[in-house]
């Protein structure tokens, strides 16, 4: 028999008569021969609810005590689906991360998998159940404690379970028809992508793509384990995300990031091994630094800038001011008025001149590129908040439209 691992995001789940849907779903997988294990979201937006219930309590809640809290968001969803299933007359059993295996590094918030045993998922499938494992969490063995994977985490569950399990497939099912080539609530004539590899889909969701976890590609791309987005609320084809596609797109997507911010610290003496210094304290505080952009000196002293989820803000900036003082620095600086957009496509490879016409196009639309950063598929400017719809109107139209 074919295994099919599906996830089911939060808006799919998110109340009673959803799950029902998904029910419907689930059995309609397995009454065409098919093995199922599912992979359920919490309900709704419960897992904020959780974090703002936490934020009332405590100004700084431990990060174990956060993991504890926002895994029984899942467990929620877990259970309620399977006594569902349970009551159509399906045999069915629910598993924490835990449970089933899923074993994790130690790091609260945003542990990784490093392994999934999966022992009682592969009993409940011999024995014919429809095995359903809450997302977006796992088990750290040294430190015998619950964690999880970070926001959108049960991606990763679902996918890096597919891998584990030898799926044929990870089918991820959530509100939209699957991935777009913009944001297609800016974009009203964004279209919806058949195809994708991993490499696109991993730059288009690093820089932004909030569909799929960039982790639950990267799960993908090295299981080799075909990925297919689609809606839960309609019987659309989606978008399959795997190895080599047909069509070579010189762009495939544009994308958006305003979740993060601009920090500078300024006049920073410029000699052999700065750049460590202040990135190896953001590293070891847990801090995401994305672009960096280190300035031409002046009298031996330089400024260096990068961003960083606005999320991690007042860590960041506690950071910095330490480091300020430390190196003798002039001082620090945070922008908030700050987004990237980003153009990605396989066939820019390719292609000479992408870049510059991206330039253009910001330019001629009066658009000032404060930091760019490339990779062989992908070019992305930071730019103004302000003129972000603006610019992806206009990249989308040149590069995608015409
Ligand atoms: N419930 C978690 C979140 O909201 C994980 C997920 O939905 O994938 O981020
Ligand atoms: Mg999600």
Redesign the pocket.
């Known amino acids: 028999m074919t295994l099919i691992v599906q996830k089911y995001?939060?808006t799919s789940v998110a109340d009673t008569n959803s799950l029902k849907l998904v029910a419907e779903r689930i059995i309609e997988c397995k009454e065409d021969n098919n093995d199922v294990v599912v992979v359920p979201?919490a309900m709704g937006s419960s897992t904020d609810e959780l974090i703002h219930l936490a934020s009332q309590l405590s100004e700084k809640p431990t990060p174990r005590e956060m993991d504890m809290l926002l895994s029984a968001g899942e467990r929620i969803t877990m259970s309620l689906l399977s006594m569902h299933l349970n009551s159509l007359g399906y045999s069915s059993f629910s598993l924490t991360g835990s449970q089933a295996g899923i074993i994790t590094t130690s790091r609260h918030g945003k542990a990784e998998i490093e392994e999934i045993t999966g022992e009682r998922v592969k009993e409940g499938i011999d024995q014919g159940d429809i095995v359903i494992v809450a997302g977006f969490q796992g088990f750290n063995r040294d430190t015998r404690e619950i964690t999880t994977l970070g926001r959108?985490g049960?991606?990763a569950t679902a996918v890096a379970l597919a891998a584990a399990l030898g799926a044929e497939r990870c089918e991820i099912f959530?509100d939209v028809e699957g991935v777009y080539t913009a944001d297609p609530r800016i974009i009203t004539n964004a279209q919806l992508i058949d195809e994708i590899t991993y490499d696109e889909m991993l730059e288009m969701s690093s820089s932004g793509a909030?569909?799929?976890?960039a982790r639950s590609v990267e799960f993908g791309r090295r299981y080799n384990v075909p990925i297919i987005v689609k809606s839960t609320f309609n019987n659309g084809e989606g978008t399959l995300v795997k190895e080599k596609v047909m069509e070579e797109a010189i762009v495939r997507g544009v994308t958006h990031n305003d979740k993060e911010m601009k920090f500078t610290l300024f006049g920073v003496p410029d000699q052999p091994g700065i750049a460590g210094k202040v990135f190896g304290p953001l590293s070891e505080g847990g801090i995401i630094v994305d672009m960096i952009v280190q300035n031409v000196s002046k009298d031996s002293k330089t400024d260096i800038s990068f961003t960083a989820p606005t999320d991690q803000r007042e860590d960041v900036v506690e950071i910095l001011s330490s480091l300020s003082s430390d190196l003798d620095a002039e001082g620090t600086d945070s922008d908030e008025n700050v987004a990237r957009v980003s153009i990605i496509g396989a066939g820019m490879k390719a292609e000479s001149g992408i870049a510059s016409k991206m330039f253009s196009i910001l330019g001629k639309n009066e658009i000032n590129i404060g930091m760019i950063s490339t990779s062989p598929i992908r070019i992305s400017c930071v730019i103004p908040k302000n003129d972000m719809n603006k610019a992806i109107e206009a990249l989308h139209e040149e590069f995608i439209s015409q």
């Open positions: 995001g939060g979201s959108g049960s991606d959530t909030g569909v799929l976890m």
